[in-house]
């Protein structure tokens, strides 16, 4: 049996979040969000593969946007870091 694991999340600190793929626990690529590109974990995997890197920003501006909602309407201060 093989597992692909896809992660997306955010946070309100810094790193503000993550997209990420991996396959059998092998992480092949995840989305630099400074620099707003893919990056492969293996150079093989970009050969075989493509991941346009925005796809993965707008999933991120979307949980972002999601977050500040949730934020919003939690009636709640935030923690000071």
């Known amino acids: 049996d093989h597992v692909s694991t ?4 955010v946070q309100t600190h810094r ?4 997209f990420m793929f991996e396959f059998d626990e092998d992480e092949m ?4 969000l400074d620099k707003k590109e ?4 293996l150079e093989e995997f970009g050969q075989a ?4 890197a925005q796809g993965g920003l707008a999933n991120i ?6 977050l500040n909602t949730l934020i919003q309407r939690s009636n709640h ?3 000071t870091n």
């Not at 893919?38 to 974990?41: A, E, I, N």
């Open 29 to 32: 690529f995840y989305v630099d």
């Open 77 to 79: 201060t935030q923690a």
């Open 6 to 9: 896809y992660a997306a999340f």
């Open 49 to 52: 593969f493509s991941f346009e």
């Open 38 to 41: 893919t990056v492969w974990h």
């Open 15 to 18: 790193p503000t979040g993550e």
């Open 61 to 66: 501006a979307i949980l972002n946007n999601n």
